[in-house]
């Protein structure tokens, strides 16, 4: 698909109005060939190969900000899952080493995350694995970059209950450890996680992929806002393909400058993400998307069908845009990151079981949300347990990325600071699910798993 420079200039108003910007550049990284017996040597190979390829990536990242005037918020890296390098090295010990040296590479070279410290259990569990959830709350909170991420169930392969019931208490383990329970900010579960994700915390470098990709991440809420706002007398069709046209010139802007970027780094284009991206800017709201919609305030009856509207017209504008979408690909609606969500919170018209809801028809899932430290550790595994649920059966990507803050109750705020935001601290069932968690296993693979 041939890209003209004009049309990314038809982007300009939207770039100096309406925050739009390339949310990230995710350079997928495989370590598999970092691998040796002499630990020693295998953390250099990694150190050496995250740094050297990361400084690529910054420096020619900066010159295509500066040719474009199209800011690039984020630049990070994604590697192999690590457990699954890790298992000849198999000690907490070593795993807190190659963390701690894959936040060095990434601090040397200028990377706000990198993303990977994971594993993939959605039918089991290695030692590797095991340890790996072990060590996740001394990696969580003694590196400032190391985002970790475990896939626990998909649409083919059911939901690995047994792996759930191992992070509720990991969970609550790491936000004593962090400040303000940031590590937990930094690990999201999934189910059906893709591949090609280039959004933290839950990017990393898939099997499948090829050695070394580039995957970008736009987004573009207020530029989105913007035009529903011009537009407030159409009806739900109309509205959807202004959202559409709009969505497109924002996708084409991400699918030029990814595609360029990847040339003067000589490595391959992977995908754009073209996911509506929350941030705590003014303006840069998902859920004031939706309000412009004619919904008083998110979480209110008719908000998951407006979410429905914006995440169908999301992926077909973007569709149309670029050959290579891939990722998440939708709507996010993380609360802390989303001041529009805050809002709702405080308010009372959004609270847990309807986010559950929306997340129904989002792209991911339930994010970036607060619940009070003494909730039971069997009760957050029953949270996880029931979003990824969602995404089994409905044959889509679901995540959760919880925060149990420790000595705060509902109503009480927690900070994190920066792109993470605050957020409020949200009211948990008081009823107990214990005794069907302790039974484990393995949720069977639905029926649409047998496609074949």
Known sequence: MTISVDEVFETARMILYHNLDIRTT??????????????????????????????????????????????????????????????????????????KTLDRAAADAGVDFIGGFGALVQKGLTKS????????????????????????????????????????????????????????????????APEDNPFMAGAFHGVGEPDITLNIGISGPGVVKSVVEKNSE???T??????????FKITRAGELVGRELAAVLKIP???????????????????NVIEAFGIEHVGT?????????????????GAMASGNVGGLSGTFIPVSEDTGMIEAVKKGALGLDKLEALTAVCSVGLDMFAI???????????IIADELAIGIINNKTTGVRVVPAPGKKAGDQVSFGGLLGTVPVMKVNRFSSREFLQRGGRLPAPLTSLRN
Do not use: W
Not at 163 to 188: D, H, Y
Not at 301 to 308: D, E, N, Q, R
Not at 372 to 377: E, H, K, L, S
């Open 372 to 382: 009070p430290g003494d909730t039971p550790p069997e009760t957050i595994n029953a």
């Open 129 to 192: 694995d095991s340890m790996l959830i072990e060590v996740l709350p001394d990696v969580l909170s003694q590196t400032r970059r190391v985002c970790s991420f475990l896939n626990v169930g998909s649409t083919a392969a059911g939901l690995n209950l047994d792996a759930v019931n191992l992070l509720g208490a990991m969970l609550k383990e790491t936000a004593q450890k962090s400040k303000n329970a940031v590590g937990c900010a930094k690990f999201v579960v999934f189910s059906n």
């Open 26 to 99: 995710t350079l997928g990284i495989n370590l598999k060939d970092c691998i040796h017996s002499d630990f020693k040597t295998f953390k250099h190979n990694v150190y050496q190969k995250v740094r050297t390829k990361a400084v690529k990536l910054i420096g020619e990242a900066k010159k295509l900000e500066v040719k474009y005037g199209i800011p690039i918020v984020n630049k990070r890296i994604a590697v192999t899952p690590v457990s699954l390098i890790m298992e000849s090295h198999c000690t907490k010990s070593k795993y807190l080493q190659m963390a």
């Open 234 to 236: 159409c009806d739900l």
């Open 269 to 287: 284009f992977g995908i754009v993400d073209i996911s509506l991206a929350s941030t705590t800017a003014t303006g840069d709201s998902v859920a």
């Open 238 to 247: 109309e509205l959807s393909e202004i959202i559409k046209r709009t969505v």
């Open 301 to 317: 009856h008719g908000s998951t069908l407006a979410v429905a509207l914006l995440m169908d017209a999301v992926k077909k504008g």
